[in-house]
């Protein structure tokens, strides 16, 4: 038996790639992150990143032209090479997702109740009696009003808070290990998403449930999570705990991000832009991908990957870059300073 | 009709403004009484030139209906919309297509919003040739190129169709074709809502210097108070087609007067871990109930933390509570 200590679950060089007409193209690039039970990853990154597709590939949902590499350890078991019907008894069951569109991921056919009985009596063998005991609780812990009514109801007698909460019910029935949301509030209004955020918080602590959670608003990732991954293009640009994101962004993009955020507190100085669009994934540059709208590139990062490594200045601080932090916020004030004197 | 503006005549006041939309069953009986949906339910606001005002609500608040409204996009059931001095309540199609010289609007799916066959060119001079008809060729292309640098895009991309365009960039030919009347008051319906944060911040730099180099009006419609604050002047906030609270943004955002703007600010998540990790929420419970049968008195009262039972009563209007503050709330 080794005697390393094994995680929840470990994810090492995770690559999605699809087969397009236009030839093969990488979606997601080598990531790779560990989670124990109670922690909360933030995967961050704006649309088409590949945050969504990395955790589809993670619980085998990929399209079908999709291929996945790498290893997804649940328990040292990988979830990328195990046979289907070993993966249905684990997907669902110890690891659980929320998908971000809470009407067009539950079926409209069905009432909440079928659809929610479906998972324990496939999971846990239970009689549909039991399972409707289970599922009504269930519905309690999510704060659902006169669940024991409710659900009888279809999917469309629902507003979309409660669309929401019905998801979350459904993915902890089994009471999983992992959960994975994927943008489970972009959909919502404020103060619905702080209904469901601080649900998610109890929900954490009350069952020490592990939370991957992938989002593009970088308020939600500063209030639930404890290490924060930022994606650009595929790729990993700086992986760190939530602090060193928020308070010492060593990576252009990310220290970019935080500057584009538009922000409550504070004066009404302008917000710094990041010009240009995101890249173009068939035709990624062979450096890094930010280059082309990174406004303190080098000659060399067009051409040059930067490797992802630990950071000089902080050894828990992954990135890939070629500048360093001192660098990085130099050029970031001579920006601010810039912007400041055009206005 | 005048374009002349005395200085103290507001460029828009709406007064009582009401947008219902009937509503029938399925299987209504003829005699069943027709049901009206209140999608704005007696809106009153001014808008003067060169100012930016900015509507927030949540999904539902008829913000956007507001917005349409106020162009005749969507039939006004009551109240009155007054342009320029002209009252345009029951006015007719022509006295409406002349006003939308002067008010164009940016619409929020900035990809949906443009006709897929028409080629960039062609929907930046669109309202050149609809308003202008007697341009030559010659400035007509001359105006369009020049609309077209002037918000980002290059003079290559003339001859491309919008799906050839990302998010960012469609907004921007949602823009060129708004302005390129030169308008004086723009309405935009969530301009940025559908773009990706890097993007999002783009737009709105470029929206304010437009404005400052055009001495635009800006009624700018979103739901994110954090992204009104950065270019508003004034903030007025729905909820449930009223108006809960109109103030200056400063007023608003530092000591917000009304209950729901306090939980609307409250709920937002702010990218700062120490602060997000120790604040304390003013959790609104439920949902927002139905605009077909809005509660009596004020909409807000069944999610309000602070409801007594005179809010049931009457319908509160917005009054004076500071210079700077109107609020639609009995307690404030």
């Given at each position: 038996m080794?005697?390393?200590?094994m995680?929840l679950?470990?994810?090492?060089q995770l690559?999605v790639?699809?087969k397009?007409p236009?030839g093969?193209?990488?979606a997601?690039?080598?990531i790779?992150?560990?989670l124990?039970?109670g922690?909360?990853?933030?995967?961050?990154?704006?649309?088409?990143s590949g945050?969504?597709?990395?955790?589809l590939?993670?619980?085998?949902?990929?399209?079908?032209?999709?291929?996945?590499?790498?290893?997804?350890?649940?328990?040292g078991?990988?979830l990328i090479?195990?046979p289907?019907?070993?993966l249905n008894?684990i997907r669902g069951?110890?690891?659980?997702?929320?998908?971000?569109?809470p009407?067009?991921s539950?079926n409209?056919y069905?009432?909440v109740?079928?659809?929610?009985t479906?998972?324990?009596?496939f999971?846990?063998g239970m009689?549909r009696?039991?399972?409707r005991v289970?599922?009504?609780?269930?519905l309690?812990a999510?704060?659902?009003?006169?669940?024991?009514r409710?659900i009888?109801?279809?999917p469309?007698?629902?507003s979309?808070?409660?669309?929401?909460?019905?998801?979350?019910?459904?993915?902890?029935?089994?009471?999983?290990?992992?959960l994975i949301?994927?943008e489970?509030t972009?959909?919502?209004?404020?103060?619905?998403?702080a209904?469901?955020?601080?649900l998610m918080?109890?929900?954490?602590?009350?069952?020490g449930?592990a939370?991957v959670?992938i989002?593009h608003d970088?308020?939600v990732?500063?209030?639930?999570c404890d290490e924060?991954m930022v994606?650009?293009g595929g790729?990993?640009m700086?992986?760190?705990?939530?602090?060193a994101?928020?308070?010492?962004p060593?990576?252009?993009?990310?220290?970019?991000?935080?500057?584009a955020?538009p922000?409550?507190?504070?004066?009404?100085?302008?917000m710094l832009a990041i010009?240009?669009?995101p890249?173009n994934m068939?035709?990624?540059p062979?450096g890094?991908?930010?280059?082309e709208?990174?406004?303190?590139?080098?000659?060399?990062?067009?051409?040059?990957?930067?490797?992802?490594?630990?950071?000089?200045?902080?050894?828990q601080?992954?990135?890939a870059?070629h500048l360093?932090i001192?660098d990085v916020?130099?050029n970031?004030?001579?920006l601010k300073m810039?912007?400041?004197a055009r206005? | 009709?005048?374009?002349a503006?005395t200085p103290n005549?507001?460029?828009?006041?709406?007064?009582?403004?009401?947008?219902?939309f009937?509503i029938?069953?399925d299987n209504?009986?003829?005699?069943?009484p027709t049901?009206?949906?209140?999608?704005v339910?007696g809106?009153?606001?001014?808008?003067r030139?060169?100012?930016?005002?900015?509507i927030v609500?949540?999904s539902g608040?008829g913000?956007?209906?507001?917005?349409r409204?106020?162009?005749?996009?969507v039939?006004?059931?009551d109240?009155?919309v007054v342009?320029?001095?002209?009252?345009?309540?029951?006015?007719?199609a022509?006295?409406?297509?002349a006003?939308?010289?002067?008010?164009?609007?940016?619409?929020q799916d900035p990809?949906a919003?443009?006709?897929?066959?028409m080629?960039?060119?062609?929907?930046?001079?669109?309202?050149?040739?609809?308003h202008?008809?007697?341009l030559?060729n010659?400035?007509h292309?001359e105006?369009?190129l020049a609309?077209m640098?002037r918000?980002g895009l290059t003079?290559?991309q003339i001859?491309?169709y919008?799906h050839?365009?990302s998010?960012?960039?469609?907004?921007?030919i949602?823009?060129?074709?708004a302005?390129?009347?030169k308008?004086?008051v723009?309405i935009c319906?969530?301009?940025?809502?559908?773009?990706?944060?890097?993007i999002?911040a783009?737009?709105?730099?470029?929206?304010?210097?437009l404005q400052?180099?055009?001495?635009?009006a800006l009624?700018?419609?979103?739901?994110?108070?954090a992204?009104?604050k950065?270019?508003?002047?004034r903030?007025m906030?729905?909820?449930?087609g009223?108006?809960?609270e109109?103030a200056q943004?400063?007023?608003?955002?530092d000591s917000?007067s009304?209950?729901?703007?306090?939980?609307?600010l409250?709920?937002?998540?702010?990218?700062?871990?120490?602060?997000?990790?120790?604040k304390s929420?003013?959790?609104?419970q439920?949902d927002?109930?139905?605009p077909?049968?809005p509660p009596?008195?004020?909409?807000f009262r069944?999610?309000?933390?602070k409801?007594?039972a005179?809010c049931a009563?009457a319908v509160?209007a917005?009054r004076v509570?500071?210079?700077?503050?109107q609020?639609?709330c009995?307690?404030?």
């Open positions: 080794a005697t390393a200590p995680h679950m470990e994810v090492k690559g790639k699809f397009t236009d093969l193209v990488s997601v690039n080598g790779s992150f560990t124990d039970r922690e909360t990853l933030g995967i961050v990154g704006e649309s088409g945050k969504s597709q990395s955790v590939a993670m619980m085998g949902l990929l399209a079908t032209n999709g291929q996945a590499t790498g290893q997804v350890l649940y328990l078991q990988d090479s195990m289907k019907a070993d008894r069951n110890r690891v659980a997702m929320i998908f971000q569109d009407m067009t539950l409209p069905l009432t109740e079928r659809q929610m479906e998972v324990l009596e999971h846990k009689s009696k039991d399972a289970k599922a009504v609780q269930a309690d999510v704060k659902m009003p006169e669940a024991a409710r009888g109801m279809y469309h007698e629902f979309g808070g409660m669309r929401q909460r019905v998801m979350i019910a459904m993915a902890l029935l089994c009471e999983p290990d992992v949301a994927d489970p972009t959909a919502l209004d404020v103060t619905v998403q209904q469901i955020l601080i918080r109890e929900l954490q602590r009350d069952f449930t939370i959670m989002t970088l308020g990732v500063a209030g639930l924060v994606l650009y790729q990993v700086e992986q760190a705990n939530a602090d994101i928020f308070y010492r060593s990576h252009p993009y990310t220290a970019g991000l935080l500057a955020v922000r409550l507190e504070g004066g009404d100085a302008p010009p240009g669009a890249p068939a035709k990624l062979a890094c991908p930010f280059t709208r990174c406004a303190m590139a080098l000659p060399k990062c067009g051409t040059e990957r930067p490797p992802f490594a630990p950071a000089a200045h902080d050894a601080v992954l990135r870059c360093g001192d916020t130099r970031l004030e001579r810039e912007q400041g206005a | 009709m005048t374009d503006l005549q507001p460029l828009l006041a709406v007064k009582d403004l009401r947008v219902h009937p029938r069953g209504a009986w003829p005699w069943t049901r009206f949906l209140k999608a339910d809106v009153s606001f001014e808008l030139a060169g100012e930016t005002l900015g609500g949540e608040c913000k956007s209906t507001l917005a409204a106020l162009l005749n996009l039939p006004i059931t109240g009155s342009w320029n001095g002209d009252e345009m309540r029951g006015a007719s022509q006295a409406w297509q006003k939308r010289k002067a008010v164009q609007m940016i619409f990809l919003s443009l006709d897929p066959r080629t960039v060119a062609q929907i930046i001079g669109e309202p050149l040739r609809t202008v008809p007697g030559s010659a400035e292309n105006r369009v609309m640098l918000v003079a290559q001859n491309r919008p050839e365009f998010g960012g960039q469609c907004q921007r949602g823009i060129a074709r302005l390129i009347l308008p004086k723009v319906d969530e301009p940025v809502s559908a773009l990706d944060v890097s999002q783009q737009i709105i730099n470029l929206l304010k210097e400052a180099e055009m001495g635009l009624i700018f419609i979103a739901h994110d108070l992204v009104v950065h270019i508003s002047q903030v906030v729905m909820y449930l009223r108006a809960m109109l943004k400063h007023a608003l955002y917000p009304h209950p729901y703007t306090q939980a609307l409250s709920a937002i998540p702010v990218p700062d871990p120490r602060v997000e990790r120790g929420l003013q959790l609104l439920g927002l109930p139905s077909i049968n009596s008195g004020c909409v069944t999610r309000c933390p409801a007594i005179e009563l509160p917005l509570i500071t210079t700077e503050t609020s639609a009995i307690l404030s």
